[in-house]
């Protein structure tokens, strides 16, 4: 461009307009474009210089409490078991537990604890769980489940500071924020108000499962009035504002339908009446019927006369209730349990199992909501 300049500044040419300034006073218009020229050079250069790396700030997502995980891992807000296709016979207690609630709700009043209790093997997690399945559209914000292990074979109860430290990792709060000490009773203290702070203003479903006690769950009760707390419990629990559901035996005719439904075999196959009669041997418990269909169910060459005849002929009968990893024994032998039947208390796991030409055990009355 310079040399074009140069070249028609010299010409003997006259440039036409405002261009004829420039071949007049062709010096200066040489220093202003390289003026122009060092301006843009130094610009350019400051542009292409390397940025400072500023590390982004970023707020790590909780981590589970034992820490062996880093932080950035998922919340835990939808933690209910699976649901299962062997819940039977529970329509009344359903259909009162979900219009209590519903009803609690219309009217803006607390939701109460609700406290399913009943005998081993009833199917209280069961009847639990599938309320929770049921429900869940009522609680957006989160549904929780904790196994507090009160009456679990081999196994402590969890302590409320446990189970605290588990709540408030699942639902959003960093690992290293969750209080800690040497003195329990402060720390249990401090994580529950913590919880309950978490919680304030949020509509979510607590099922507190296998609890031993009151004092157990106290400290896990949400503050907030949205939130639902189910309880699971062999024992009768005192709470204050609590509504009972308790879960008995199921009807005869029922314990047959559960039993021909698990077992996987075409109704017109199975002999009615020995079913009715395995049924009975499992005192019509839910437990006892979902391990013998079980059995029958993984051994296709046997029959329902097969099964009651090994049954009968047992010399360990418990050993019968077996199916896998699952069994009887370990439901009903827990060394904290103290439910009482027929005013006596049973520390003998077999004691549960009725003999094989005994009435099947009845239900106790039950206690619908108060």
Known sequence: ???????????????????GW?????????AALGAAMVGLSVLLAALSRPAVHRPEHRTPLPGPVDGTQPPGAALVLRSLPRD???????????????????????????????????????????????????????????????????????????????????????????????????????????????WRSHLAGRRALLILDNAVSYRQLEPLLPGGRDCLVLVTSRRRLAAYEEVVVSVDALPPEHAADLFVRLSGRPPESLDRVVIREL??????????????????????????????SRLVAASNRLGEFRAGERGVAATLSSPTETWKRGGSTSSDASAAIPE???????????????
């Open 22 to 30: 420039l071949q007049d006073h062709a010096w200066l218009s040489f």
């Open 84 to 194: 299962t296709a062997a819940f039977t016979d529970r329509g009344a207690e359903l259909d009162a537990l979900v219009r209590s609630v519903r009803e609690s709700q219309g009217n803006g009043t607390v939701l109460p604890v609700h406290v399913i209790d009943g005998m081993p093997g009833v199917g209280k997690t069961t009847f639990a769980v599938h309320a929770g399945h049921v429900l869940s559209e009522c609680f957006p914000d989160g549904q929780l489940f904790v196994n507090l292990n009160g009456h679990t074979t081999g196994r402590a109860p969890v302590q409320a500071t446990e189970a605290l430290a588990s709540l408030l990792a699942a639902t959003g709060v960093p690992t290293q924020q969750i209080p800690v000490g040497d003195d329990e009773g402060a720390v249990t203290e401090a994580r529950a108000a913590m």
């Open 1 to 19: 461009m310079l040399v074009g300049l140069v070249t028609n500044a010299v010409s003997e040419s006259q440039w036409p307009g405002w261009l």
């Open 356 to 370: 094989p030409t005994s009435m099947p055990i009845q239900g106790r009355r039950s206690r619908r909501f108060r």
């Open 279 to 308: 049924a009975a041997q499992c005192g019509h418990l839910p437990l006892g019927i979902s391990l013998l269909a079980a059995r029958l169910r993984h051994h296709p060459s046997w029959s329902v006369r097969d099964l009651r």
